[in-house]
């Protein structure tokens, strides 16, 4: 029998302009899986660069531009015109930006967090779900699971992580924290993008693309749609769970234990150039002057990379570029084991792992789009 409207959640989404945020609302819009639902965002839909697939679930009758983390338009984003409460809240807002002052993330972040977080306690939603990272564990080359050592190694991470144990000490609130890695899929741009426009620009220059540290560092990584396909699942499960559950957290994260070496093979298989890595003496050198080292690598591929969009005649690279920043350059594993929440609620990815299509179809996205040269 299929559920009537009246029995489907209704899901309100933080930060739903945003990369996680606009591809959960078209998986839960193509699903028909919510009687209602709200996308909140600072930024509106017409300067979002949406693709075209994206652009019904994000259209301006579900949307409402607010800046979440002000008390006083939070009332205006949790109220329904029927006077009922959301199910389902979703927190994909957030600074995502690496390498910006602790400051910025304090506000855009950690405030953000704690005054939906809280209204949401006091709407007594039947979820909470907040989008964390998989950075906030000691990093290590073992898989990371949910109850070991946590010790951010990014600021990003570090706000992320105060963000969870200050929502876990929210009286009432239904509380499920998801740790995701790296997060690919079309059009998106940080890590995986930043890296195929340094391989695009080393293709165009005929050079080698070398990889600081080891074949081995653990990179591991996410499909967007098995991303929003476990949030559903993940809130759904929480919801039947007993009101006592107490906040739960599960890491997210595909079967591929994708690394430095699987990218470097596909990048050789797509872009025809050489792939190596830097070895001991320079990866050493690299450690100690990291900020110099990522200047230089900035230097010789933010130039090129203009030319190419200017010779292809594209205006704007949309979120793409070879800018690399330091942080995203540190000799650390991000390394999870997402056993659990597969164990807890019997999901399947159906993206296991990074292969050279995942990444061929990630760029064709990059050319729907005139953003690729």
């Known amino acids: 029998m299929a559920e009537t409207d009246g029995s489907k959640p209704s899901v309100l989404i933080i930060g739903g302009l945003g990369y996680i945020g606009r591809f959960l609302a078209k998986y839960i819009h193509d699903n ?14 017409e300067l979002a660069m949406l693709a ?41 807002g957030g600074e995502t930006r690496y390498s910006q002052e602790d400051e910025v993330y304090r506000l855009r972040s950690h405030a953000l967090s704690l005054a939906v977080g809280r209204e949401a306690a006091k709407r007594k939603v039947k979820c909470f779900i907040e989008m964390s990272t998989g950075m906030v564990y000691n990093p290590s080359s073992t898989p990371c699971k949910e109850t070991d050592k946590l010790k951010p190694w990014l600021k990003l991470a570090k706000w992320k992580l105060t963000a969870e144990e200050d929502l876990a000490k ?29 391989a695009r620009v080393y293709q165009s220059e005929e050079k080698e693309m070398k990889w600081l540290w080891k074949e081995d560092l ?5 499909h967007i749609d098995d991303v929003t396909a476990a949030a559903w699942t993940a809130a759904h499960w929480y919801s039947k769970q007993s009101p006592t559950a107490g906040p739960t957290v599960f890491n997210i994260v595909d079967h591929g234990d994708t690394s430095q070496g699987t ?19 320079i990866s050493t050198f690299a450690r100690m002057h990291l900020d110099s080292v990522v200047d230089d690598v900035n230097e010789e591929t933010m130039d090129p990379w203009a030319d190419l969009l200017l010779d292809a005649g594209i205006p704007t690279s949309g979120p793409l570029s070879p800018f690399m920043e330091k942080e995203l350059l540190k000799d650390t594993d991000l390394c999870l084991d997402g056993s659990a929440f597969e164990n807890a609620t ?28």
Request: hydrophobic share 40%; proline share 6%.
């Open 346 to 373: 019997g999901f399947q990815y159906t993206h296991p792992k990074l292969t050279k299509e995942e990444v061929e179809s990630v760029i064709e996205s990059y050319k729907r789009m005139n953003w690729w040269p």
């Open 218 to 222: 653990r990179t591991h990584t996410v």
């Open 170 to 198: 929210i009286e009432g609130l239904p509380l499920l924290i998801l740790r995701l890695p790296h997060v690919y899929g079309p059009y998106v741009g940080k890590f995986l993008g930043t890296a195929l426009c340094m």
């Open 32 to 45: 028909g899986l919510a009687s209602d639902m709200r996308l909140v965002d600072k930024h509106l839909p």
């Open 263 to 281: 990218q470097a093979r596909i990048f050789h298989e797509i872009f025809k150039i050489e792939t190596g890595f830097q070895g001991t003496l």
């Open 52 to 92: 075209p697939e994206l652009k019904e679930a994000c259209s301006r009758d579900r949307f409402m531009q607010a800046d979440a983390s002000r008390e006083a338009t939070l009332q205006k984003v949790f109220d329904r015109p029927d006077g009922a409460q959301f199910d389902y809240v979703f927190n994909c």
